[in-house]
């Protein structure tokens, strides 16, 4: 059987945690070097591709910039898969997060027997519910691992606030 060259770059990314970066970037782009090393358009996933391995864990970073979450916001993390169903979450204040401050990881309780398979095409949510107003500025990373391996997705600068509650990422499972 051969291996479509952009699938061995993904298998050998996936297989060092510093090499996370690079495929969390390229899969953000949505873009894959081919055997000529011009980027084309990443191949869809077929359900014959759809890995089994099984859902761990789950935990977001954040990355406070200049405008902090109040303490008394409440924090609605979560991960749904491609049914919309949440897979794992985490619910809480978690407390202050200052201005230029790092918080997390923030451990999710998760469901058991997800596949990997089921959250190809799901999606993340972040939502707040300030007491009051509160506009928090931030990006970070979200972690979610497997019994063989792991995904890693980050999210740019984003502002939450009173009028604005719900941030929504696609997954990115490759």
Avoid at 109 to 131: F, K, M, Y
Wanted: negative net charge; proline residues 5%.
């Amino acid at each position: 059987m051969n291996v479509h060259p952009a699938g061995r770059i993904t298998q050998l990314l996936r297989t060092s945690r510093v090499a996370r970066y690079a495929t969390t970037t390229v899969a953000a782009l949505g873009l894959v070097v081919g055997p000529a090393g011009v980027a084309s358009a990443a191949p869809s996933v077929t359900p014959a591709s759809v890995p089994s391995a099984i859902l761990q864990s789950a935990s977001f970073t954040f990355n406070t910039q200049d405008d902090d979450k109040d303490g008394d916001t409440q924090l609605r993390l979560e991960v749904l898969d491609n049914q919309n169903h949440v897979v794992a979450i985490a619910n809480g204040t978690f407390g202050l997060f200052k201005d230029q401050s790092q918080n997390g990881p923030i451990p999710l309780r998760v469901r058991g027997g997800i596949t990997e398979g089921s959250l190809v095409g799901g999606h993340l949510d972040v939502l707040i519910t300030p007491n009051g107003n509160d506009t928090w500025k931030f990006d970070g990373e979200v972690d979610i691992n497997f019994d063989s391996d792991f995904q890693f997705t980050t999210f740019g600068r984003t502002v939450l606030s009173q009028s604005n509650r719900e941030l929504n990422l696609p997954l990115d499972i490759f």
